[in-house]
């Protein structure tokens, strides 16, 4: 579990005061290709890009290729379903299982997806590389201390009961009685 990061003014600022984003306030788009739906939890920074920093979890439905984003880092953590395969460019594979669910991309590659065994769904971390970096994180129950956490099931954090896939925005140290996903962020700049 990650120690107490030290959060430098350019991400303090980027990120806001100190709020939960609940699965009611998520902001949902189908898939131009129809493979699939995106819920955005948070989109912050202004860039060529269009964000510094973009969190959201998508609901992949079908067989299909990834989009392209060039000039952005990404970090996929697969969240439920069997999971999926990923053919890189160069042919190589990744396979995103319930038991090796990380995996880190430049987004000028647009990975050919296959489903292990029917739907899934995914977080989606992506940041301009230019000028943010992001690390995702699996922790056990415990401390939060990250500056984004995503709760992954129902849990009390400090004594207030939150339904899961919850994104936690600079969250006041406190306990956690379910697993989460950590990112933490540093500036490029």
Known sequence: MPSQPLIDASIDALLGPPRHVLPTAWQTMPWRNGGGRTHELLKLGESALGFTLRVSIAEVQADGPFSRFDGVNRALLLLSGAGMTLTWSNGEQTTLTPEAP???FPGEEAPENVLL??????LNVMTDRAAL???VI?????PITAPLTLLLRPAVVGGEALPALTLLVRAAPA???APTAAILLSSCV
């Open 138 to 142: 699996l922790c056990p129950p415990g």
């Open 102 to 104: 990380l995996v880190a």
């Open 133 to 135: 970096s992001a690390q």
């Open 117 to 122: 065994s029917g739907p899934t769904t995914d």
């Open 175 to 177: 306990l956690c009685d």
